[in-house]
């Protein structure tokens, strides 16, 4: 009877940690057991990795390490890296989820009033603003509300669409090529516009005149190389893209690619100049060492 009570004592540490295998902790005497229960209710919470395990850290910690019962969840995943990593990881697949369904096409309001219309509501719906050929500007206010006044303009061309700092991707891009009169395109500090969605502009290059890129970080020389379908484009500005990394030669070679194109931003001299020193250098020869 003596051995058989440490036995059922150790199936209810299984029920209770969701242990599959039978406990390692077999011990033969009651006063051991009663001994050494700290130890074991230090080694049920960890294992357990539900809620309450973690919850139970600070209670499960025996004398020896009592200083540490202060320590909060957010130090738990601090001292386990893999979780910090689980954690980032589903905040990043919520961010990308967010942006997806704020690029949804509007298929209701395409089917009933077209995709002109379509588009507008789109640029409005992201926090943009609109405007129609001889109408004011159309843009929402603090409370993402905007007048629907527009609804009526499905005969009116849009000429300027301002989404600078808006939320438009690659799929979004959908809704503004809708816009076939386009003039005026500002996509300033746009963060997912990259140089995927500059290869998209092809079809708009018969009426675009005015393209800012402006702040766009996902922006490199491979994605302006793509503007070389715009020929129609009077200004385009360029200025504070991260990812170029020569501005001066970039508005250079954008210059030669669009000759009727007034580029902004980029300061040709600060992007080709070198170091202090290899100036100097360059200076006294222009022969390479």
Request: aromatic residues 8%; hydrophobic residues 40%.
């Amino acid at each position: 009877m003596e051995g058989a009570w440490p036995r059922q004592r150790s199936l209810k540490l299984n029920r209770v940690g969701g242990l599959r295998k039978t406990s390692p902790f077999r011990l033969r005497n009651p006063s051991k057991m009663a001994a050494s229960g700290a130890r074991l209710h230090l080694v049920t919470p960890v294992w357990n990795l539900s809620t309450r395990g973690i919850r139970g850290l600070s209670r499960a910690v025996g004398p020896e390490g009592s200083q540490k019962k202060g320590r909060s969840l957010l130090q738990f995943l601090a001292d386990r890296f893999y979780d910090v990593q689980a954690l980032r990881e589903y905040l990043l697949r919520k961010q990308v989820l967010t942006v997806h369904q704020k690029n949804r096409p509007f298929t209701y309001i395409q089917e009933r009033f077209g995709p002109h219309v379509a588009g507008v509501y789109f640029i409005l719906k992201q926090g943009g603003a609109v405007k129609f050929q001889g109408k004011e500007w159309i843009r929402s206010n603090a409370r993402g509300h905007f007048p629907l006044d527009f609804m009526t303009f499905q005969a009116v061309p849009v000429e300027a669409v301002d989404a600078s700092g808006c939320a438009i991707n690659y799929q979004g891009l959908d809704s503004v090529l809708a816009l076939k009169e386009l003039q005026s395109l500002w996509l300033q500090r746009c963060p997912h516009v990259d140089d995927w969605c500059l290869s998209r502009l092809h079809p708009l290059a018969n009426s675009l005149q005015e393209l800012s890129l402006a702040g766009c970080p996902r922006i490199s020389e491979r994605g302006l190389a793509c503007l070389h379908h715009l020929q129609n484009l009077r200004k385009l500005d360029i200025s504070d893209l991260p990812a170029v990394s020569n501005p001066g030669l970039t508005q250079i070679l954008v210059e030669e690619m669009l000759p009727n194109c007034e580029v902004l931003g980029a300061d040709w001299a600060r992007g080709l100049k070198s170091g202090p020193e290899e100036q100097s250098r360059d200076t006294a020869s222009p022969i390479p060492a």
